[in-house]
C-alpha cells in the first residue's frame, strides 16, 4: 500500500489567495483527519470524517477554512483566503473504524508545507 | 473539555541512558493511549500504543506505563542512541470518539553521542 498520499507537498501562494490541498487516504480506511502544525501551537486537529461525513469541523480555525470529502478515496482542505498565519505544515491522517468500539491506529500522509507570503 | 499535558518539552540526555516523558490526560472515559515519534521534517509515526485494560507494555527498548485512576501514562525509552533524538506525542482516545486523538504538546528529545 501506498499509504496516505497528499499533494502538494509543498505550497508558496500570495496572502489572498486561494488553496487547496488535496489527500487520499489508505484504502479501506474509513476515517479521515486533517491536522495542523505550527512551532506555536503544535498539532492541531481542523476536522475529520467518518464514513465521508464530517464528525467535528470545531478545530477549523475560521470561516475561511473549509473541508470536503466526496467519496471514500479523496478528501481537500481549501483557504479562501489565505493569510500569512496560515503558514503551517498540514497533515492527512486516514484510519480503520473505529471497528467494535475498539480505536485502530491514525496513519499520517507526509503533509503539505504551506508558506503564504 | 479534552486536554493532554506533556512533559518535559525538551529532553537532554546523553547516548545509552534513560530517558521518560510523562502525560497527563483530562477525560476519564479516554481508553487508547499511542505515542507517535515525529523526525525532522517527517510526519508524525506510531511507535507503542497501550489501552486501558492495560498497565504496562513494552517493545524492545520502549515501554509505556499507564496510571488509569491517577490519569497518567509515561514512555520509557531506555539505552537511547542517537537515532531516538526527535518529537515524541503522547495521545488519548476514547471509543466513542471516531478513532479522535487528542494530542500533548510534544517532546523534543536529543540524544548525545
Known amino acids: 500500500d501506498a499509504g496516505v498520499i497528499q499533494s502538494p507537498r509543498h505550497e508558496v501562494t500570495e496572502m489572498g489567495q486561494e488553496v487547496t490541498l488535496r489527500c487520499k487516504p489508505i484504502?479501506?480506511?474509513?476515517?479521515l483527519f486533517w491536522y495542523r502544525q505550527t512551532m506555536m501551537r503544535g498539532l492541531e486537529l481542523l476536522i475529520y470524517f467518518n464514513n465521508n461525513v464530517p464528525i467535528d469541523d470545531s478545530g477549523m480555525p475560521e470561516d475561511r477554512f473549509s473541508a470536503k470529502m466526496p467519496n471514500a478515496s479523496f478528501s481537500t482542505l481549501k483557504i479562501q483566503p489565505s493569510e500569512p498565519r496560515d503558514s503551517a505544515v498540514y497533515f492527512c491522517?486516514?484510519?480503520?473504524?473505529?471497528?467494535?468500539?475498539?480505536?485502530?491506529?491514525?496513519?499520517f500522509g507526509p503533509g503539505t508545507r504551506l508558506t503564504v507570503l | 473539555g479534552e486536554n493532554v499535558e506533556q512533559h518535559p518539552s525538551t529532553l537532554s540526555v546523553q547516548e545509552g541512558d534513560s530517558a521518560v516523558i510523562k502525560c497527563t490526560y483530562s477525560?476519564?472515559?479516554?481508553?487508547?493511549f499511542p505515542w507517535y515519534k515525529q523526525e525532522l521534517g517527517k510526519r508524525p509515526q506510531l511507535i507503542i500504543d497501550?489501552?486501558?485494560?492495560?498497565g504496562e507494555k513494552k517493545d524492545q527498548r520502549i515501554a509505556v506505563t499507564l496510571n488509569k485512576t491517577a490519569k497518567h501514562f509515561s514512555l520509557h525509552i531506555t539505552e537511547t542512541q542517537p537515532e531516538d533524538s526527535a518529537v515524541y506525542f503522547c495521545a488519548a482516545a476514547f471509543s466513542g470518539g471516531y478513532n479522535k486523538l487528542i494530542f500533548g504538546a510534544g517532546t523534543r528529545l536529543a540524544v548525545h553521542p
Open positions: 484504502s479501506g480506511h474509513n476515517s
Open positions: 477525560d476519564s472515559a479516554s481508553n487508547y
Open positions: 497501550i489501552r486501558s485494560n492495560v
Open positions: 491522517a486516514s484510519s480503520r473504524g473505529p471497528e467494535a468500539g475498539t480505536i485502530t491506529e491514525q496513519f
